[in-house]
């Protein structure tokens, strides 16, 4: 089998850092096109999506069977799989797109309800990145190729270029003097620059790769029977990451949008590191399961779960004790006060959602997406109900314990992994109940501390606990033998 550690490192990377980048850019970003315009733009991604599960989920399918075929060495079928899932994309990206373009004035007029010195640049923007719908659709095709044969670091690659070039020109035409429109207009043009460059690394990769815009029925059977679920799964999982920021602009205006996402970006953008490293588990668990090893699969997941956890709780303690000195250096004392107490709610849902993401690649990697399809709409609805009925009447604070409601599966969800994957319930439990007691002490210091002090004795403090909470940390999750495993692994990069 390939070499995870080889993938893990390159998608690392590929999180850092456009992570890096973003740190310096999105404060210029949103000072330069205001809260209220900053908003629009984050509605305007949002809803690109938001409407992503328009692919049907033949993305994540590629994964899958790209992988399963190749391990057969069934490179015509892999051909077919391919071919399918463009002809699906092509159509589905032109309908996202026409939805969008048609929509522009309905959403932005009466869904968002923009001002009106901003309604002409919402509208424009939301026109403009209909295009740019589409070219991702095209390019997810070609995109995730590279990631079925387990060579990320061919698509960490390509998407971070993509990415920089993007984002810096934005930065630049904001300093030139242009605006929100002209931003969106680069981003399609590099999405377009995108799918040629995945392209052309896909057709090396795979020099069978044969290119049509042919339909197979049976070969669509196959895939959609999978990929049916993941695209429920993004459906539910758009609710809770896109539809969230429509909830609060629709209630609170697009201003209020700026000051939930700041934070709400940070929290993704910690725990997204975790997520970004564990995404060879798909690729890496279909290929284990296509030869019925149990015993490895067991192996894998007792592993990365504690990873995970340990990983996990180190992130969430570093944003509660640092998070509030970071907004105020990061975006400005007057985003920070509004925000600080949202980031202690939202990392502590991450933090459950982090060490559960071990289970979303185990589902999909062994044919069982269909559970990831229904723990995710139970999650998203409750939270979906939850926003609307508490965001009128708590504004941002309610947002934030609303989005707690995503956490309703988790105990049958990870229950259920660890009957099929074949591990104690205690050995999840203990892991569990060790960091709860992490979690509780750290979010009463957020709360009853760090909220209240100023910015020097909160760096002081919060370095002083840091160093003494991550001592504990480690000597609680991390025995003799996972410290020589992890010294092995790291000497080794």
Known sequence: MKNNLKNAVYNAIGFIFPVLVGLFTTPYIVHKLTPEVYGIYVLVISLMGLLSFLDLGFGQGIIKFVSHYEAKGDFKRINDIINTSLF?????????????????????????????????????????????????????????????????????????????????????LLYLGYGLVEMMTFYVIFQLLGVFLYYYSSKKLLPTLKLSLSFKKDVFKEIFGFSVYTSINAITGNIVFRVDKMIISYFLGTAAVTYYQIPFMIVQMANGFISSVIQFLMPAVSFINSFGDKEKLKELYIKYT?????????????????????????????????????????????????????????????????????????????????????????????????????????????????????VEQKFYIDLLLKALVYIIVIVMIGFNFILNITFINSVIVGSLLFLLILTLIGFTFISKTDFIEIKRRVLKV
Not at 120 to 133: A, H, R
Not at 356 to 369: A, Q
Not at 379 to 392: D, E, I, N
């Open 88 to 172: 699906i994309n092509v159509i589905m990206g032109l309908l996202g797109a026409v939805i969008i373009f048609t929509f522009s004035k309905f959403l932005s007029l009466y869904v968002f309800k923009v001002k009106s010195e901003h309604l002409e640049t919402s509208i424009l923007s939301f026109q403009i990145v209909s295009v740019g719908f589409f070219l991702n659709l095209l390019s997810s095709t070609f995109s995730n190729i590279p990631k079925a044969l387990q060579r990320y670091d061919v698509a960490v690659k390509i998407q971070n270029f993509v990415w920089f070039c993007s984002i810096m020109s934005s930065v630049l």
């Open 306 to 422: 504690k990873y995970l956890f340990l990983t996990s709780i180190i992130i969430f303690t570093g944003l509660v004790l640092f998070g509030k000195p970071f907004l105020i250096l990061w975006i400005g004392n007057n985003i920070a006060e509004k925000s600080y107490s949202l980031l202690i709610i939202i990392a502590l849902v991450f933090f459950f959602v982090s060490i559960s993401n071990v289970g979303y690649y185990f589902y999909n990697g062994i044919g069982k997406s269909y559970i990831n399809m229904i723990s995710s709409f139970v999650g998203s609805v409750s939270y979906l109900v939850a926003a609307v009925l508490l965001v009128p009447k708590y504004s941002l604070i309610g947002a934030a314990v609303a989005f707690s409601f995503i956490l309703l599966p988790y105990p049958v969800y990870i229950h259920y992994l660890n009957k099929i994957v074949g």
